[in-house]
């Protein structure tokens, strides 16, 4: 198994353009998450899915789309890049659904800056 | 809102000593936790976590302490070695994982 994997590795992208985060598992994984994470800081929730056809939003959604049409794949889609979403982007999976069960399994990061 | 944080943001051991990294939590409600180990230009990666049910959780040469009274949760890294430099977050498991800010162990030679 591959895991989790991330596309691309790094990115720069001037204000105002729009690029897409990919992200995939071969785990059979019905939670994914995007997380971002800021120089010296911890991670916070962008969006996440419970399952094919199902998003909903995290702590910082503002900026950013999600779409859950496979099991596998679980992109991230950034409209109208502003410089105040410069940041490594983490996509995560996890195999089981509910409070206090699954193991985290994330991505090597997706390196974003905004010019 | 409740969060998931951590007391200080940089430990300094040497190598073989014993470390202990803290975390404090708020939310009463949280039932179950997860250390990650974070190394440099990597994704987080599972160490141990702990059920609420649970004072103390043993792993190789990582131990888990939650004191619920308080809502502390510490880590315990035994004989620290090089490797074991990295950044390190507390996570709350609920429906997402929530993250404190992490800190950084550097063992020194």
């Known amino acids: 198994n591959a895991g989790v994997t991330q596309t691309p590795k790094f990115r720069i992208l001037k204000i105002g353009q729009s690029m897409t985060l990919q992200c995939t598992q071969d785990?059979?994984?019905?939670?994914m998450y995007w997380y971002r994470q800021d120089p010296g800081m911890g991670l916070k929730l962008i969006y996440y899915?419970?399952?094919?056809?199902?998003?909903d939003k995290g702590e910082v959604p503002n900026g950013y789309n999600v779409s859950r049409s496979t099991t596998e794949d679980f992109p991230l889609r950034l409209e109208l890049a502003a410089p105040s979403q410069t940041s490594v982007y983490f996509c995560?999976?996890?195999?089981?659904?509910?409070?206090?069960?699954?193991?985290?399994?994330f991505g090597e990061g997706s390196r974003l800056t905004v010019l | 809102g409740e969060s998931v944080g951590l007391h200080l943001p940089t430990l300094s051991v040497q190598e073989g000593d014993n470390s202990i990294i803290n975390c404090a939590y708020s939310?009463?409600?949280?039932?179950?936790f997860i250390w990650y180990k974070q190394e440099s230009g990597k994704g987080p990666q599972f160490i141990i976590d702990?059920?609420?049910?649970?004072d103390k959780r043993q792993g190789q040469r990582v131990t888990v302490l939650l004191n619920k009274t308080v809502k502390h949760l510490s880590l315990q890294i035994a004989a620290t070695q090089p490797g074991d430099s990295a950044v390190y977050f507390c996570?709350?498991?609920?429906?997402?994982?929530?993250f404190g800010s992490g800190t950084r162990l550097q063992v020194q030679p």
């Open positions: 995560a999976s996890r195999e089981t659904s509910g409070r206090g069960t699954g193991e985290l399994f």
């Open positions: 785990m059979n994984h019905n939670y």
């Open positions: 899915s419970v399952g094919a056809g199902i998003t």
């Open positions: 939310n009463s409600a949280s039932d179950y």
């Open positions: 702990i059920r609420s049910n649970m």
């Open positions: 996570a709350e498991n609920m429906r997402a994982l929530t």
